[in-house]
Protein backbone atom coordinates (compact mmCIF):
# COMPACT_ATOMS: atom_id res chain seq x y z
CA UNK A 1 0.00 0.00 0.00
CA UNK A 2 1.24 3.86 -0.82
CA UNK A 3 2.03 5.99 1.41
CA UNK A 4 -1.12 8.22 0.47
CA UNK A 5 -3.80 5.54 0.27
CA UNK A 6 -6.69 5.12 2.39
CA UNK A 7 -7.19 1.70 4.04
CA UNK A 8 -10.22 0.32 2.16
CA UNK A 9 -10.97 -2.22 4.81
CA UNK A 10 -10.87 0.16 7.71
CA UNK A 11 -14.59 0.69 9.68
CA UNK A 12 -16.57 4.14 8.76
CA UNK A 13 -15.86 6.70 11.04
CA UNK A 14 -19.27 7.94 12.43
CA UNK A 15 -21.48 8.73 14.58
CA UNK A 16 -23.65 6.18 16.37
CA UNK A 17 -24.98 8.56 19.61
CA UNK A 18 -28.23 9.68 19.50
CA UNK A 19 -28.18 13.26 19.10
CA UNK A 20 -31.44 15.11 20.27
CA UNK A 21 -33.25 16.17 17.60
CA UNK A 22 -33.25 20.49 17.02
CA UNK A 23 -36.02 21.60 17.73
CA UNK A 24 -37.30 25.25 17.49
CA UNK A 25 -40.27 25.66 19.84
CA UNK A 26 -42.17 23.71 22.39
CA UNK A 27 -44.90 22.92 19.70
CA UNK A 28 -42.32 21.39 17.48
CA UNK A 29 -40.82 19.31 20.63
CA UNK A 30 -44.29 18.17 21.70
CA UNK A 31 -45.07 17.18 18.44
CA UNK A 32 -42.23 15.07 17.83
CA UNK A 33 -43.04 12.73 20.94
CA UNK A 34 -47.19 13.47 20.63
CA UNK A 35 -47.59 9.74 19.44
CA UNK A 36 -45.18 7.84 21.84
CA UNK A 37 -46.98 9.84 24.27
CA UNK A 38 -50.11 8.19 23.34
CA UNK A 39 -48.52 4.57 23.97
CA UNK A 40 -47.14 5.60 27.46
CA UNK A 41 -51.16 6.63 28.12
CA UNK A 42 -52.50 3.66 27.22
CA UNK A 43 -50.02 1.94 28.86
CA UNK A 44 -51.54 4.01 32.34
CA UNK A 45 -54.84 3.20 30.69
CA UNK A 46 -53.88 -0.67 30.86
CA UNK A 47 -53.27 -0.90 34.41
CA UNK A 48 -56.61 1.54 35.30
CA UNK A 49 -58.36 -1.39 33.85
CA UNK A 50 -56.30 -4.50 35.54
CA UNK A 51 -57.36 -2.15 39.28
CA UNK A 52 -60.82 -2.39 37.67
CA UNK A 53 -60.74 -6.40 37.34
CA UNK A 54 -59.12 -7.06 40.33
CA UNK A 55 -61.67 -5.39 42.10
CA UNK A 56 -64.31 -7.23 40.26
CA UNK A 57 -62.84 -10.48 41.23
CA UNK A 58 -61.90 -9.83 44.93
CA UNK A 59 -65.68 -10.46 45.83
CA UNK A 60 -66.28 -10.13 49.26
CA UNK A 61 -64.02 -9.60 52.62
CA UNK A 62 -61.88 -12.43 53.16
CA UNK A 63 -58.27 -13.36 54.33
CA UNK A 64 -56.89 -12.97 50.55
CA UNK A 65 -58.99 -9.62 49.21
CA UNK A 66 -56.63 -6.93 51.85
CA UNK A 67 -54.19 -8.30 49.09
CA UNK A 68 -56.21 -7.72 45.96
CA UNK A 69 -57.49 -4.15 47.42
CA UNK A 70 -54.20 -3.20 47.96
CA UNK A 71 -53.37 -3.93 44.34
CA UNK A 72 -56.58 -1.64 43.62
CA UNK A 73 -55.39 1.45 45.03
CA UNK A 74 -51.52 0.66 44.10
CA UNK A 75 -53.07 0.10 40.31
CA UNK A 76 -55.14 2.96 40.43
CA UNK A 77 -52.41 5.19 41.16
CA UNK A 78 -49.86 3.74 38.99
CA UNK A 79 -51.98 4.19 35.89
CA UNK A 80 -53.31 7.87 36.79
CA UNK A 81 -49.33 8.24 37.33
CA UNK A 82 -48.30 7.22 33.53
CA UNK A 83 -51.51 9.10 32.22
CA UNK A 84 -50.04 12.11 33.77
CA UNK A 85 -46.40 11.03 32.84
CA UNK A 86 -44.72 11.07 36.53
CA UNK A 87 -41.49 9.82 36.85
CA UNK A 88 -41.99 8.07 39.58
CA UNK A 89 -44.79 5.85 37.96
CA UNK A 90 -42.21 5.38 35.34
CA UNK A 91 -40.23 3.52 37.47
CA UNK A 92 -42.96 1.07 39.47
CA UNK A 93 -44.47 0.06 35.69
CA UNK A 94 -41.38 -0.81 34.78
CA UNK A 95 -41.32 -3.04 37.75
CA UNK A 96 -44.58 -4.33 37.35
CA UNK A 97 -43.82 -4.59 33.43
CA UNK A 98 -41.12 -7.20 34.38
CA UNK A 99 -43.41 -9.83 36.32
CA UNK A 100 -45.66 -9.59 33.37
CA UNK A 101 -42.90 -11.21 31.43
CA UNK A 102 -42.97 -14.58 33.16
CA UNK A 103 -47.07 -14.70 31.73
CA UNK A 104 -46.07 -16.47 28.62
CA UNK A 105 -47.07 -15.42 26.19
CA UNK A 106 -49.89 -12.83 26.37
CA UNK A 107 -47.97 -11.27 29.32
CA UNK A 108 -44.53 -11.65 27.74
CA UNK A 109 -46.07 -8.95 24.85
CA UNK A 110 -47.36 -6.94 26.91
CA UNK A 111 -44.42 -6.42 29.34
CA UNK A 112 -42.28 -6.34 26.39
CA UNK A 113 -44.58 -3.98 24.80
CA UNK A 114 -44.79 -1.65 28.00
CA UNK A 115 -40.93 -1.82 28.54
CA UNK A 116 -40.27 -0.60 24.95
CA UNK A 117 -43.05 2.01 25.39
CA UNK A 118 -41.93 3.25 28.92
CA UNK A 119 -37.90 2.81 28.32
CA UNK A 120 -37.21 3.37 25.27
CA UNK A 121 -35.62 6.75 24.17
CA UNK A 122 -38.68 8.57 23.29
CA UNK A 123 -39.51 6.63 26.27
CA UNK A 124 -37.09 8.40 28.50
CA UNK A 125 -37.40 11.68 27.26
CA UNK A 126 -41.81 12.03 27.90
CA UNK A 127 -40.64 11.62 32.07
CA UNK A 128 -38.46 14.62 32.19
CA UNK A 129 -39.03 17.56 33.70
CA UNK A 130 -38.47 19.30 30.34
CA UNK A 131 -41.23 17.51 28.84
CA UNK A 132 -43.91 18.12 31.56
CA UNK A 133 -42.84 22.10 31.16
CA UNK A 134 -43.56 21.53 27.27
CA UNK A 135 -46.38 19.87 28.40
CA UNK A 136 -47.48 23.35 30.46
CA UNK A 137 -46.63 25.35 27.67
CA UNK A 138 -49.02 23.82 24.91
CA UNK A 139 -52.00 22.17 26.66
CA UNK A 140 -54.22 22.48 23.13
CA UNK A 141 -51.90 19.49 21.82
CA UNK A 142 -53.37 16.17 23.38
CA UNK A 143 -51.82 12.58 22.60
CA UNK A 144 -54.93 10.91 21.40
CA UNK A 145 -54.80 7.35 22.39
CA UNK A 146 -56.01 4.70 19.76
CA UNK A 147 -59.10 3.24 21.26
CA UNK A 148 -58.35 0.42 19.32
CA UNK A 149 -54.59 -0.11 21.24
CA UNK A 150 -56.03 -0.13 24.53
CA UNK A 151 -58.69 -2.50 24.09
CA UNK A 152 -56.00 -5.01 22.28
CA UNK A 153 -54.08 -4.02 25.57
CA UNK A 154 -56.85 -4.58 27.73
CA UNK A 155 -58.63 -7.55 26.67
CA UNK A 156 -54.87 -9.42 26.15
CA UNK A 157 -54.29 -7.72 30.40
CA UNK A 158 -57.74 -9.26 31.35
CA UNK A 159 -56.78 -12.89 29.26
CA UNK A 160 -53.36 -13.06 30.94
CA UNK A 161 -54.60 -12.19 34.34
CA UNK A 162 -57.34 -14.59 34.19
CA UNK A 163 -54.99 -17.50 33.69
CA UNK A 164 -53.81 -16.85 37.04
CA UNK A 165 -57.09 -17.80 38.67
Known amino acids: MSKGAEDPYAPPAAELERAPPKVEGPR???????????????VGAL??????WLLMISGGV?????FLYGLVIGFLFLGSGLVGLRAWARRVAGAFLI????????????????LWVLYSSDGR????AEHQQICQETPEMKASVAPTLVM????????????LI
Open 152 to 163: VLVVAALATASL
Open 47 to 52: FLALSL
Open 125 to 128: DLFT
Open 99 to 114: LFLILFPIGTLIGGYG
Open 28 to 42: VARALLLGHEARAKA
Open 62 to 66: GSGTW
